[in-house]
Nanobody, 128 residues
Framework: VQLQASGGGLVQTGGSLRLTCAASGFTLGLYTIGWFRQAPGKAREGVSCVGRSDRSSYYKESVKGRFSISRHNTKNTVYLQMNDLKPEDTAIYYC??????????????????????WGQGTEVTVSS
């Protein structure tokens, strides 16, 4: 039972990537799904979230207008479309699930123990 992130790579500043979060062993549609990232030497942070019923979402302030999250429950998948990438977006990106019905609105809520089914992340490198 886990979530697997994929789709990372090396892009230039201003480029785009689409990350995929695929669920195995459980029904993704029953959970709120978050995207997180951890840059070298920094703490993990919440980047985006889509609520269980797709009625709520969250974006970290620095990615608003550039990133877009979507879920496709029939495919047991959540996507994170990342446009206009910047060097500061360089990190390993992870996805995780929460039993909350809605996405938390506070950044600190993405640091708590309510997130689970972590899998291996996918590395995103943005060159300047």
């Amino acid at each position: 039972v886990q979530l697997q992130a994929s789709g990372g790579g090396l892009v230039q500043t201003g480029g785009s990537l689409r990350l995929t979060c695929a669920a195995s062993g459980f029904t993704l549609g029953l959970y709120t799904i978050g995207w997180f990232r951890q840059a070298p030497g920094k703490a993990r942070e919440g980047v985006s979230c889509v609520g269980r019923s797709d009625r709520s979402s969250y974006y970290k302030e620095s990615v608003k207008g550039r990133f877009s999250i979507s879920r496709h429950n029939t495919k047991n998948t959540v996507y994170l479309q990342m446009n206009d990438l910047k060097p500061e977006d360089t990190a390993i990106y992870y996805c995780a699930a929460s039993s909350r019905g809605l996405c938390p609105s506070g950044a600190s809520d993405y640091n708590g123990p309510s997130w689970f089914y972590w899998g291996q992340g996918t590395e995103v490198t943005v060159s300047s």
